[in-house]
């Protein structure tokens, strides 16, 4: 048996052979300024991210700009297999991504999948359209985008989706499919609108924002949003930021939406959140810069969640934001109170737990090992200031933005 330590020049990093393009036109097939990379590959490939087997490998995975039908195609200059005289086999690369995509989705045949082109400048969006977006370019030319909202399940629109979703294995970490048969889920998706190489609008797929309508009593909803992803070569155009105020709008109008959520929300997407909201709420008079060095209050709480659906954990991250934007850090008046409230939030878990110990000693309960188990004050006055430093620069990063 062939050892395979002889053959570390096959493992290849899945990350610089496996390359994506959204294909417009039969000349993009060649155009190598179209080519995007992943973002990951372990939940393709394993936690390594490698592909074994190959030398010279490139793996193509092509989808047309607006259906997204999908190519898979493998080039290599040397295989494992003809080399170790069968002992040893290559990894199946197209098995491998093909498990990921739904069932016959997806051409192997270059031929067969430029067919699909022909038909691409008939694709429409799918649902309702609920908002636009103009991009002036660099170089002064303008870019459309329309942004629809759908709810239908329609056998069409769940194939298309089901093909927009693949991206997500490549491009967001703990990714996982939802299950389109649960009637409660609501599709918010991005076009390019464009012109073709005839000057017929044609359209393009950016990207999408998946939102759970959770039921609250007695007869209202409370949107969660999920799953948010702009396709690379859209990002840094602030689509993302126009995807989530058009979905805010839309559920802003509804009367029986309680307050919008969001899902385990990641880094960058609690940062754009932060952002839409402490813009939207620079316009409440309770968050006028008179009212937000008083303090925190209820009427705050109230009139955000009444004008904008935000929920109250929500509302104090935005007091805190623009409270430190509008204070002057170089000065200790104003900024030391700014840093002992939001510390105070932030130390309100510790304090709790010295609160339930007590508690349970006055019931002559055993805490030695609780106890053990919280740190030292001098410990936690350490903490506090990192925790501290954490969100004031998450906050300023925020502010950065808004001031731009």
């Not at 496996?18 to 936690?47: S, Y």
């Not at 004031?392 to 933005?401: D, G, L, N, V, W």
């Amino acid at each position: 048996m062939a050892q395979i330590e002889k053959y570390q020049d096959f493992v290849i990093d899945a990350l610089e052979v496996v390359d994506f393009k959204l294909i417009r036109d039969k000349a993009d097939i060649n155009n190598d300024a179209l080519t995007f990379h992943p973002a990951m590959a372990h939940q393709i490939f394993g936690e390594t991210e490698t592909i074994f087997g190959y030398q010279d490998l490139h793996v193509r995975v092509m989808y047309t700009a607006g259906p997204l039908h999908i190519y898979l195609g493998v080039d290599y200059g040397k295989r494992v297999n003809e080399i170790s005289g069968g002992e040893i086999k290559a990894d199946d690369v197209v098995s491998t991504i093909a498990q990921s995509l739904p069932d016959g989705c997806y051409f192997i045949n270059l031929d067969e999948f430029l067919k699909t082109l022909d038909k691409a400048d008939k694709f429409q969006p799918f649902g309702e359209k609920i908002s636009e977006y103009r991009r002036v370019s660099d170089d002064g030319s303008e870019r459309l985008f329309e942004i629809y909202q759908c709810d239908y399940k329609s056998s069409s629109f769940l194939k298309f989706f089901a093909r927009l979703q693949t991206f997500i294995l490549w491009f967001v970490d703990a990714a996982s499919y939802i299950d389109t048969d649960d009637p409660q889920w609501c599709y918010f998706l991005c076009y390019e609108k464009y012109k073709n190489n005839d000057c017929q609008w044609q359209y393009a797929t950016v990207g999408y924002t998946t939102v759970y309508e959770y039921y609250a009593y007695p007869q209202n909803k409370r949107p969660r949003i999920s799953q948010m992803l702009i396709l690379p070569p859209f990002q840094k155009l602030g689509l993302a930021t126009q995807l989530v105020e058009s979905i805010y709008r839309f559920y802003q109008a509804q009367k029986n939406v309680v307050d919008i959520t969001v899902e385990d929300p990641s880094e960058d997407f609690q940062r754009l959140r932060n952002f839409v909201d402490a813009r939207s709420c620079m316009e409440l008079k309770s968050f006028a810069r008179g009212e937000i060095v008083k303090g925190f209050n209820k009427e705050m709480v109230r009139e955000a969640r009444e004008a904008l659906k935000l929920n109250p954990i929500q509302v104090r991250k935005v007091y805190e934001l623009l409270r430190l934007f509008y204070t002057n850090v170089k000065d200790e008046k104003e900024y030391r109170p700014y840093r002992l409230e939001v510390k105070k939030r932030l130390n309100a878990v510790y304090y709790k737990q010295l609160k339930d110990l007590k508690k349970m000693e006055r019931f002559k309960m055993d805490t030695e090992m609780l106890r053990a188990r919280l740190p030292t004050i001098q410990q936690r006055m350490e903490q506090l200031h990192e925790e501290y430093m954490v969100v004031e620069q998450e906050y300023q990063s925020t502010i950065a933005k808004l001031r731009a």
